[in-house]
């Protein structure tokens, strides 16, 4: 058998360039690497860049925004702790000298100067930290849960994997506008927090692409023409996420199209409306929504698209408030915070009387749920911000603990009663639980023995800044006015955070307590 002929590299008589072997898809327009004529380049000093690289160390992610923020954290509670140790060393040193028995060091003393409570949150911090080799990781990855956490205390239990379903949605927002007595420091706290719930529930997104990160030029209002037999027009909205989870240091857009609901309460387009035309950031004198429903487009268009006020394209629509007492004021540059954002979702949950402590994962989970069953794989990853390709984010973090299926329905074949499965696997709430702590509740905390130490040092030290002839309000003249003063603000500081905590400590005991005993109480009642 005769030998192949060697592929020609140069394009044969009569055959097409777009068939060779070497012909590229790339749209490049680099020389080929397989050129015949090499191209003279300066030769370069390898042996110089690999000492540049080595000086320069490893390459670290380019993380979003939140994850600077937390990396910004705890590093400056690495630079506090090497700041308390005896020899006082070079934070970024001791950092790269990858020392195991140092880092449980760090860890430990973080545990004992916060409020951290779960083995998570730690391991989370230690995650942000860590710049060390594999067997440095296998060490201090195994030492938190086996050793730090029963040492400090540490709750090591798996997170409650609830669902918050639609039903359970409609129940916050008829409370949030029909029933709730809390009094928000201006009504838009209020009016925003239904589209962020809605919006958040609806696409199983991550809120904070949602919060503090949405602006007006990532949402169009698209104007259609009406449907059959109807007069007025149709309005649809696309909302672009654009500050959405990072795949080698890029974030991928993801847009969502989202029209009128008949159910006002859950209507995401009324609301974003609404703040619209509180804001005036509609262009062309669009004032009302009559405006609106009464245009006509034109028969060579597909849509009109409402344009947005200069000024206002890259503000942000859901915005916090600035200012005290009757001066307070919707800010124009102040994003609403996440923080707020969750604080008035545990308030709503409470209030509705659900046991469990809402969280925004739980909306997730409930909307992710529908969605994984509706959509492709790939839609639900995309949706959802998932970047391994596959379920195992879901299944890890997404699929609730209960298990909702009519098992006897598929391994018996008797009757189905999923409804009645899917109201077992719901949120457990009781309308009356407790909303806040009673007045012996209340005497309880501010008898707690830390709390009354720090509560008599801050009056011990007024009492001192009260002798020398000066008052709190005084301005300084000495250092040692200036050194008091700031005592007490630490002191006092101290003491509200910890009645914080212990408030709220207590309201969830008392409302794991509430929900243990009340069914047994209606049981007896009746």
């Not at 690999?50 to 509670?77: C, H, Q, W, Y």
């Not at 609404?274 to 028969?299: M, W």
């Not at 830390?450 to 300084?476: C, H, N, S, Y």
């Not at 008392?510 to 209606?522: L, T, V």
Request: with cysteine; charged share 30%.
């Amino acid at each position: 058998m005769r030998d192949s002929a060697p592929l020609p590299l140069s394009d044969s008589a009569g055959s097409d360039p777009d068939d060779s072997i070497f012909s590229s898809d790339s749209d490049s327009d680099d020389e080929s690497d397989c050129s015949s004529v090499p191209q003279a380049e300066p030769e370069e000093d390898y042996d110089r860049l690999i000492e540049e690289f080595t000086e320069e160390g490893p390459t670290l992610a380019n993380r979003g925004d939140v994850s600077r923020d937390m990396i910004r954290t705890e590093e400056a509670k690495w630079i506090q702790f090497c700041g308390i140790l005896e020899k006082k060393p070079n934070p970024d040193e001791l950092l790269m000298s990858c020392h195991a028995p140092t880092f449980k060091s760090y860890l430990m003393w973080r545990c004992k100067n916060s409020r951290i409570t779960k083995t998570s949150s730690i391991t989370t911090y230690w995650k942000t930290l860590r710049w060390m080799d594999g067997g440095v990781l296998y060490d201090v990855g195994n030492w938190i849960p086996v050793s730090l956490a029963p040492r400090m205390g540490l709750d090591g239990s798996a997170k409650d994997k609830s669902g918050l379903y639609v039903e359970d949605l409609d129940l916050i927002l008829h409370h949030h506008w029909i029933l709730d007595d809390s009094i928000f420091a201006h009504e838009r706290l209020r009016v925003q927090m239904a589209p962020i719930l809605i919006l958040a529930g609806a696409t199983s997104t991550r809120p904070g692409a949602l919060i503090g990160n949405l602006r007006y030029k990532d949402v169009q209002f698209h104007v259609f023409p009406p449907s059959p037999g109807c007069k007025r027009a149709r309005v649809g909205m696309v909302v672009t996420l654009t500050k959405t989870k990072r795949t080698a240091g890029q974030s991928r857009p993801k847009k969502y199209g989202f029209h009128e609901e008949d159910t006002l309460l859950r209507d995401p387009i009324l609301y974003m409306e609404g703040l619209a035309f509180a804001d005036d950031a509609f262009d062309n004198g669009i004032k009302s929504p009559s405006d609106i429903y009464t245009l006509t487009v034109p028969a060579n268009h597909s849509s009109l698209i409402l344009p947005w006020k200069l000024e206002w394209r890259d503000k942000q629509i859901f915005r916090d408030v600035q200012g005290r007492g009757k001066n307070i004021t919707v800010s124009l540059d102040r994003a609403f915070q996440y923080w707020k954002a969750r604080t008035y979702l545990i308030r709503l949950g409470r209030a509705v009387g659900f046991e469990k402590q809402l969280e925004w994962y739980d909306l997730r989970r409930g909307s992710g749920k529908k969605l994984n069953k509706a959509l492709t794989l790939e839609e639900r990853n995309h949706s959802m911000g998932h970047t391994l390709g596959d379920s195992s984010t879901y299944v890890k973090f997404y699929m609730t603990d209960f298990i909702e299926a009519d098992f006897q329905e598929i391994v018996f074949g008797s009757e189905p009663q999923r409804d009645l499965i899917h109201l077992m696997g719901r949120l457990l709430y009781r309308g009356d639980a407790p909303k806040r702590l009673t007045k012996e509740q209340m005497t309880e905390v501010n008898e707690n023995p830390k709390l009354l130490k720090l509560r008599k040092d801050k009056e011990r030290v007024a009492k001192k800044i009260e002798a020398m002839g000066w008052t709190l309000k005084t301005e300084p003249t000495t250092t040692s006015h200036r050194q008091l003063l700031d005592k007490h603000a630490e002191y006092k500081r101290k003491a509200d955070v910890l009645r914080k905590v212990l408030q709220d400590r207590r309201l969830a005991s008392a409302i794991r307590e509430f929900h243990n005993s009340k069914d047994g109480q209606e049981i007896s009642r009746q």
